[in-house]
């Protein structure tokens, strides 16, 4: 199975902050790469597809990048809304596979 | 308005059976490949299995952990996604989501639709 692997497990920030969570694969899955917002009791929310493809009503701020094993979700400008889990997950096979996920919490 | 149901959630004492269900609207159900995800408590999502949409004979596959145990199924005539799961055991206490598979077809994309989730408990 392809090894998702997130940095950082948990991040400190403040509204208006510019943060970035990275996810590694541990082979190269081109951009078969989804990033999801989780609230908690709340079902994961898809953010970005295809690597850095914005899903509809999904603000600007969000961005994502990368190809093959390196990728990265960008938050502009924080948001009160953005506190949340954020995870990667390689859609490159059926057999999928999710990053760990990285807690989002206020500074 | 698109949306996924799931159903059926329960305690079970190690060693037994349950069976979830799903029930979608908003949209043709044999149209789309549909996946059970789960997230056991305080922890992140595990992917369980996947069945494949009419076109591709709704052939399934399942993660190692759950493979010879769980039975993914589908009633497209009632909208229906199905988990049958036998021998649990507690490390499948979890929160269980049915999501769907977007793209219109295909194993690469993402889950653009998810159920609220129907949790399970495995204990005695």
């Known amino acids: 199975d392809i090894q998702m692997t997130q940095s950082p497990s948990t991040l400190s920030a403040s509204v208006g902050d510019r943060v970035t969570i990275t996810c590694r694969a541990s082979?190269?899955?081109?951009?078969?790469l989804a990033w999801y917002q989780q609230k908690p009791g709340k079902a994961p929310k898809l953010l970005i597809s295809k690597a850095s493809s914005l899903e509809s009503g999904v603000p600007s701020r969000f961005s994502g990048s990368g190809s093959g094993t390196e990728f990265t979700l960008t938050i502009s400008s924080l948001q009160p809304d953005d506190f949340a889990t954020y995870y990667c997950?390689?859609?490159?096979?059926?057999?999928?596979?999710f990053g760990q996920g990285t807690r989002l919490e206020i500074k | 308005e698109v949306q996924l149901v799931e159903s059926g959630g329960n305690l079970v004492q190690p060693g037994g059976s349950l069976r979830l269900s799903c029930a979608a609207s908003?949209?043709?159900?044999?149209?789309?490949?549909m996946d059970w995800v789960r997230q056991a408590p305080g922890k992140g999502l595990e992917w369980v299995g996947r069945?494949?949409?009419?076109?591709?004979?709704?052939?399934?596959e399942y993660a190692a952990s759950v493979k010879g145990r769980f039975t993914i199924s589908r009633d497209d005539s009632k909208n229906s996604l199905f988990l049958q799961m036998n021998s649990l055991k507690t490390e499948d206490t979890a929160v269980y989501h049915c999501a769907r598979v977007g793209g219109g077809g295909g194993d690469s994309y993402a889950f653009d639709i998810w159920g609220q989730g129907t949790m399970v408990t495995v204990s005695s």
């Open positions: 997950q390689q859609c490159n096979s059926y057999s999928i596979t």
């Open positions: 082979q190269s899955i081109s951009s078969w």
């Open positions: 908003g949209f043709t159900l044999s149209d789309h490949y």
């Open positions: 069945t494949r949409n009419k076109a591709n004979s709704y052939t399934t």
